[in-house]
Nanobody
Framework: QVQLAESGGGLVQPGGSLTLSCAVS????????MSWYRQAPGKERELVAG????????NYSDAVKGRFTISRDNAKNTVTLRMNSLNAEDTAVYYC????????????WGRGTQVTVSS
């Protein structure tokens, strides 16, 4: 059974930092591109950051570029999102996402972790 379990969310003051982790089980992490998405109240889910299978290529939304860093450790089956200089617009539920693309496409989602940026 595939599981993506996010952790590390919480309440943080503006300008603060948080590190989210995604613990992956039930699949070969090294075969999956991984991403973090977020969904704020009343808004659609949006891509925040992505990383390829080898971990040598990343992409970020314009809203977080320069502040967030995605990384992965295939040996430890974890994907991490380091978030710095947080502001109120970063408040959302953050989701871990995995994608396998080889002839067929398989996608997996975690249940999300809440990040609230407020003073």
């Amino acid at each position: 059974q595939v599981q993506l379990a996010e952790s590390g969310g919480g309440l943080v003051q503006p300008g603060g930092s948080l590190t989210l982790s995604c613990a992956v089980s039930g699949l070969v992490l090294s075969a999956h591109d991984m991403s973090w998405y977020r969904q704020a109240p009343g808004k659609e889910r949006e891509l925040v950051a992505g990383i390829n299978t080898a971990g040598d290529s990343t992409n970020y939304s314009d809203a977080v570029k320069g502040r967030f860093t995605i990384s992965r450790d295939n040996a430890k089956n974890t994907v991490t999102l380091r978030m710095n200089s947080l502001n109120a617009e970063d408040t959302a539920v953050y989701y871990c996402h995995g994608r396998y693309d080889n002839c067929s496409i398989l996608e997996y989602w975690g249940r999300g972790t809440q990040v609230t940026v407020s003073s």
